[in-house]
């Protein structure tokens, strides 16, 4: 690894880091994805990094080969083997590639053109996967040479060259020969009732007779061995002995000019050494993102946006090893909803054991270290995540025997180290925050270091069951308590995260849930000092009465989305029904004047006279078409006045119209529906449409049904 490689890891992200975040388990699984040796030993030294350029380009690489895969523009499979060998020994002078080494050399040539045709007038879709192989030419050099010398099998064919072609004919009539020789001697002895039942056999390679050995010096031959029990002579007939020597010169001619035709295909591989080279870097580079990308599409993992602040916004976001375990019995796995930024850097967790305090924790940990190694993250893509230069943990009982050290002071020497290296651009992540001492003593040195860590601007997530904790955690600016939510009447946990309150730890309800008599938590509560129990139980209510509240909220907001789109479209039916009134009020009003008119036109007719002048009844139509046409022109004036009084009348009913201020909306806005009084937070934006968030409640409103707030 080279010395800006080192500069670019992670700080602090150690073996224990990586084992309480459970990211060997991620490395692993990502290891069974790689096709090759180099690819999956990169899986295996994976480590986060805290150079974002390095970063992002990965995270690129990965989101380009996912989406070309989930819109059906298959990659081409990469189809190759490792040639670390052949080049070593392309750089020895007057070395000779084996038959094998040409087949790796062929198949990466004709995967590597098909990876730089179908990525073809796609730079635009996939910038970096093209670069990766814009350097390399779409060439067929190596390819139509080794095609002419093997065939479909990878062996050297016949027509590699003449004199090959001629030994190899040479060689099958001599075959021929030997056979019908062989068969011929075989046949007599057979006749002749000297062969065993076997009749023939192999040894070293060389076809013999299996003549029983009463008979052996009978038959002309060499004798090749005999059987375990010595009853069967292995015979080469003499009839085919000069033609076996024979065949042994040919094949020593076709070994001799084999080697000459490999070692003319050599200097032809040895001249294209660079190009070569660089189909080995750029596969093992495509082996290592396609590795990433399948991984991603397993987890349903997405790149989220990447702002240069640090700090994160995970929405909808998933543990991924829990998604897997939950898959297979059947279980739903909650997504969590997780904010940390400046003004709420130190989230603190409480509520009951067993209600993923803990898991909450992890995911936020796990999802940060597999973006910053350039993985994506089972999030929404509308998640934003910033990156930290280090990130500490203290998850779990790591007490080491080995050292003759407790919990506690396992716990204090990694805080010693949180206090020593941790600063603003640091992610905290602390299981248990306070426990392995006594809860007074140990609270009150827990809220010191607790303070301490505030005052160093790290971002982190806490679990905690100490009161002090939460109360100090309340008192902070930029200090957020959350809790875990609990059914107090199905004594379940939920598994959601509540932000803005802290939670009651259910102590008693778990204790009672997990199958302990009413008695014994009786006496319990007994032993408490009264104002204790009350206040948890008061923690405990309202929870209960926020989640009803949510709950109420969430329905009102559905309520009044659902009566603005039937009033939307109650105007449009409205206006539609309009407009058909107009017209058939219209068509109507044509339909008399036409009849007005034909009447007329028929008491012109009945008038005429032939033959006549007709100059009364002349002047008469002159004077009743002047009349037409002056009403004709009076109803078009009236029209084009009442479109012009229509549009000035609108100027004025647009301007009594309240100023929504929706060109100001923009993410962080705080809005609320112009039919409605519940407030929200968008937390998105996307063309003409905000996604808000009313209390626990997100949807998608378009922005001219909004009115901006502040």
Do not use: W
């Not at 030997?178 to 023939?200: H, T």
């Not at 998850?395 to 080491?400: K, Y």
């Not at 930029?478 to 009651?504: C, H, W, Y």
């Not at 100023?659 to 996307?686: C, F, P, W, Y």
């Amino acid at each position: 690894m080279s010395k800006r490689e080192v500069n670019d890891i992670m700080l602090h992200f150690d073996d224990q880091v990586s084992a309480d975040l459970e990211f060997d388990i991620i490395k692993g699984m990502l290891e069974k994805k790689a096709l090759q040796p180099t690819a999956k030993a990169r899986s295996l030294a994976l480590v986060p990094l805290k150079n974002r350029r390095s970063i992002i380009r990965r995270l690129q690489e990965t989101e380009e080969l996912r989406r070309l895969i989930s819109e059906e523009d298959s990659f081409p499979a990469l189809e190759f083997e490792e040639m670390h060998d052949e080049l070593r020994l392309l750089n020895i002078r007057d070395s000779v590639l084996l038959e094998v080494s040409f087949s790796k050399i062929s198949r990466a040539s004709h995967t590597m053109n098909s990876i730089i045709k179908q990525l073809k007038g796609q730079a635009d879709k996939a910038p970096r996967l093209a670069y990766i192989q814009k350097e390399i030419p779409f060439t067929k050099d190596l390819i139509d040479p080794i095609a002419k010398v093997f065939n479909d099998k990878g062996q050297i064919s016949d027509n590699a060259s003449t004199t090959l072609s001629q030994i190899r004919d040479e060689m099958t009539g001599l075959r021929r020969k030997i056979s019908r020789n062989f068969n011929r001697v075989m046949k007599d002895l057979q006749e002749k009732g000297m062969l065993a039942d076997i009749r023939e056999g192999f040894v070293n390679n060389r076809r013999a007779l299996a003549v029983e050995s009463t008979y052996k010096r009978r038959v002309n031959g060499n004798v090749l061995g005999s059987s375990n029990t010595g009853t069967i002579t292995f015979i080469e007939p003499g009839a085919v002995i000069p033609l076996n020597h024979e065949l042994e010169i040919l094949r020593d001619d076709e070994r001799k000019e084999k080697r000459r035709i490999l070692k003319e295909l050599t200097r032809v591989a040895r001249r294209n050494l660079p190009l070569i080279h660089s189909y080995q870097t750029a596969l093992i580079e495509y082996d290592c993102i396609q590795a990433r990308t399948k991984l991603a599409i397993e987890f349903n993992a997405f790149l989220p946006g990447i702002p240069k602040k640090t700090g994160l916004q995970l929405v909808k976001a998933y543990h991924p090893l829990l998604v897997k375990t939950n898959e297979g019995l059947g279980i739903e796995t909650h997504p969590q909803n997780i904010n940390l930024s400046k003004d709420g850097r130190l989230l603190v967790i409480s509520g009951p054991n067993a209600g993923g305090k803990s898991l909450t924790l992890k995911t936020v940990g796990l999802l940060q270290i597999m973006l910053q190694s350039g993985l994506l993250i089972p999030a929404s893509p509308t998640s934003e995540v910033g990156f930290f230069d280090s990130i500490l943990t203290d998850i779990g009982d790591n007490q080491s025997i080995e050292n003759q050290l407790s919990t506690y002071s396992y716990r204090l020497g990694r805080m010693r180290h949180f206090l020593k290296v941790s600063d603003s651009n640091s992610l905290l992540l602390l299981d248990e925050f306070g426990t392995g001492s006594d809860p007074e003593l140990g609270g009150a040195l827990a809220e010191v270091f607790f303070e301490e860590l505030y005052d160093r601007g790290v971002f982190g997530v806490i679990t905690t069951h100490y009161a002090n904790i939460k109360s100090r955690a309340a008192e902070l600016k930029n200090a957020v308590n959350a809790s875990m939510l609990f059914d107090r009447e199905t004594l379940e946990p939920l598994f959601k995260l509540e932000i803005g309150q802290p939670g009651s730890s259910f102590t008693f309800e778990v204790a009672e849930n997990n199958g302990i008599s009413h008695k014994i938590i009786k006496r319990a509560k007994s032993k408490l000092d009264r104002r204790k129990v009350e206040l948890d139980a008061i923690i405990g209510d309202l929870q209960k009465d926020k989640a009803k509240l949510a709950k109420l909220t969430n329905r009102q907001l559905r309520a009044e989305l659902e009566a603005e789109k039937a009033t939307m479209e109650a105007r449009k039916i409205k206006t539609r029904f309009s407009e058909k009134t107009d017209a058939l009020n219209e068509s109507t009003e044509a339909h008399n004047q036409d009849l007005t008119r034909g009447r007329k036109l028929g008491q012109f007719i009945s008038q005429f006279m032939p033959g006549s002048h007709n100059k009364n009844l002349l002047e008469e139509i002159n004077k009743y078409l002047a009349l037409e046409n002056s009403r004709v022109e009076d109803a078009k004036k009236r029209n084009a006045g009442k479109s012009s009084k229509g549009k000035n009348t609108s100027i004025p009913s647009a301007k009594r119209r309240p100023n929504h201020r929706s060109d100001e909306i923009k993410k962080g806005s705080l809005v609320r529906l112009r039919t409605g009084k519940e407030r929200g937070e968008v937390i998105a934006m996307q063309g003409k449409t905000a996604t808000v968030m009313f209390g626990s409640f997100k949807t998608r409103v378009k922005i001219e049904k909004l009115t901006f707030l502040r």
